[in-house]
């Protein structure tokens, strides 16, 4: 157990509809990464926030948005699904910016 | 664009067997490489190199990074079954806050009795 939380573990919905994803870092990480992991892509970065300000940007998709809270947990939040959104998406978190520790993910499948 | 390639893609061994997983890459403004071990669901943390630490051993894990061939291996010796899962390399470029890992697509490794 690497101690981020991830929320809800499988979502199901369909084309069109809108989605947030839930992420709780580990105790005094700042930083959280968001990645979508697919069978062909692999594992692609989409988004870091550290201390609650967006400090880099992979390949997301307009469509998609993040932020990080107070609390520092975060959210991802996915709009205007496509089949193709269907994917494993994990968060991470990291203590110093070189290590990252993942949480379990949330698998989403869009029907 | 960075880019970090892992091989083999998949490798089937008998438990006992010695393998070699590598990763060579090519990035802006290079920090570390890092593996992970990627079993059902999550990558799990393995190891960090960075130039300061260019050789890690864990048990029957080992890696060594060879900055200047931009290349990393990691080896497993006396394989065992439940060694079986994918093997991530990622490397990590620009530092601090703005940190940025960027994975290859991973090892399948599979580890018969």
């Known amino acids: 157990d690497s101690g981020v939380t991830q929320t809800p573990k499988h979502l199901i919905t369909a084309t069109g509809q809108r989605v947030t994803l839930r992420c709780s870092p580990r105790?005094?990480?700042?930083?959280v990464y968001w990645y979508q992991q697919s069978l062909d892509q692999g594992l692609q970065f989409l988004i870091q926030?550290?201390?609650?300000?967006?400090?880099a940007k992979g390949n997301i998709l307009e469509r998609f948005s993040a932020q990080q809270f107070p609390d520092l947990h975060s959210e991802l939040n996915l709009s205007s699904l496509e089949l193709g959104d269907s994917a494993l998406y994990f968060c991470?978190?990291?203590?110093?910016?070189?290590?990252?520790?993942f949480g379990p993910g949330t698998r989403l499948t869009v029907t | 664009e960075d880019k970090v390639v892992q091989s083999p893609l998949s490798l089937v061994v008998h438990e006992g067997d010695t393998v070699t997983l590598n990763c060579s890459y090519e990035?802006?403004?290079?920090?570390?490489l890092l593996w992970y071990k990627q079993e059902k669901k999550a990558p799990t943390f393995l190891f960090m190199l960075?130039?300061?630490?260019i050789e890690k051993k864990s048990g029957r894990l080992s890696s060594i990074l060879d900055k200047k061939e931009l290349f990393s291996i990691l080896n497993i010796t006396a394989t065992q079954t439940g060694d079986s899962a994918i093997y991530l390399c990622?490397?990590?470029?620009?530092?601090?806050?703005?940190?940025?890992?960027?994975f290859g697509k991973g090892t399948l490794l599979t580890v018969n009795p």
């Open positions: 991470a978190s990291s203590p110093r910016g070189y290590e990252q520790y």
């Open positions: 990622a490397v990590g470029n620009s530092g601090g806050s703005n940190y940025k890992l960027t």
């Open positions: 990035v802006t403004n290079f920090r570390s």
């Open positions: 105790s005094g990480d700042l930083s």
């Open positions: 960075t130039s300061s630490g």
């Open positions: 926030y550290y201390n609650g300000e967006e400090r």
